[in-house]
């Protein structure tokens, strides 16, 4: 199998040769946009948001109102990025999020979905027994909590406000930011505890 | 694209986006450059984002089993097909010849 063609790897040459040769695309700008996403588009830019949002409580209700319009107050817009909808965990309340049709996901908050996102097996099973997948993330939850399971779709695009982790309150924004991590903006983990924060 | 990467321009360097914090998302060289293609085509008018993206919940919803990015893939090729940009015909001529390639010639990353 090892030595075999890829079909597919073929099959996209193929396609990229011919819009090329009609000057339909620029094989600099695929590469422009690949490198984008790679190195500029991540998880990071969510982790500022949400950092900003623990710290400063009349951002925090314009991200919970209208969250395009908040995420876009730090330059952060493109594809997929439009109708980015922020839902906020709470002690009694645990949110999480899936694309049950395809992929749907908030990338200029969160970068390009892991593989595990885009798979059926999270993409059915979240929504059947999300308490069950999320412990087989390694995500246990009080009995007590509610977990509610999003569906991201073009019109909402989730984001999920994790918990401030206790004894943060002598962090700055910049020192939060550190301890959001992909995981807990999707919901199947919780944010760092304070001590991560001074790890640099 | 300028626009895009000067707004984020001040995630290099020092606080570039955490890696440890990612998965890969791209598991073959061409997984990597049918994303990059698509994105790229959408800010033409060879594709619209939301027309490609009904035609990627139709082709995952067609097999399940199919790779993501192979459904990608062909959604894309529908796209292109719709527009009028590229014919099945003109791409199956295309990809025959880069399969009739001599060993060795065969890779391009």
Redesign the interface.
Same mark, same amino acid.
């Given at each position: 199998m090892s030595h075999e063609v890829d079909e597919n790897a073929v099959r996209v040459e193929a396609v990229e040769s011919l819009l090329v040769e009609k000057g339909i695309v620029d094989a600099s700008l695929v590469d422009e946009v690949i490198e984008h996403y790679e190195t500029s588009v991540g998880p990071l830019n969510g982790a500022k948001v949400v950092a900003r949002a623990w710290t400063d409580p009349a951002y925090r209700e314009r991200l919970l109102a209208e969250a395009t319009g908040a995420v876009a107050e730090f330059g952060f817009g493109g594809p997929e990025g439009q109708l980015i909808v922020a839902v906020e965990n709470a002690p009694e309340v645990h949110n999480v999020v899936v694309c049950t049709l395809c992929s749907c996901y908030p990338w200029p908050v969160l970068g390009l979905p892991p593989s595990w996102y885009k798979s059926p097996e999270y993409r059915s099973r979240m929504v059947a027994q999300p308490r069950t997948v999320l412990e087989e993330m390694g995500l246990e939850l009080g009995a007590d909590v509610r977990i509610r399971v999003w569906d991201s779709s073009a019109e909402a695009r989730y984001l999920v406000l994790p918990e401030r982790p206790p004894d943060t309150g002598h962090l700055d924004a910049e020192a939060l930011a550190k301890l959001v991590t992909r995981d807990s903006m999707i919901g199947v983990g919780l944010a760092l505890s304070a001590d991560a924060a001074e790890d640099d | 694209?300028t626009e895009?990467?000067a $707004? &984020? %321009?001040d995630? !290099?360097g020092p606080? @570039?986006?955490?890696r440890d914090? +990612?998965? =890969? =998302?791209f598991?073959?060289?061409?997984e990597?450059? =049918?994303? +990059?293609?698509t994105?790229?085509?959408?800010? @033409?008018e060879?594709c619209e984002?939301?027309g490609f993206?009904q035609r990627? $919940?139709a082709r $995952?919803?067609e097999d !399940? %089993?199919r790779p993501?990015?192979?459904s990608w893939?062909a959604a894309? !090729?529908d796209v292109?097909a719709a527009t009028g940009?590229?014919g099945a015909d003109?791409?199956d001529l295309?990809?025959d010849?880069?399969?009739a390639r001599p060993h060795g010639h &065969?890779h391009?990353d």
């Open positions: - | 694209m895009a990467l $707004i &984020d %321009a995630l !290099e606080v @570039s986006p955490p914090n +990612g998965e =890969v =998302v598991a073959a060289p061409w990597r450059r =049918v994303f +990059g293609l994105v790229a085509l959408c800010r @033409s060879a984002w939301e993206r990627l $919940i $995952i919803a !399940e %089993a993501y990015w192979a893939a894309l !090729e292109l940009t590229l003109e791409l295309r990809h010849a880069f399969l &065969d391009r």
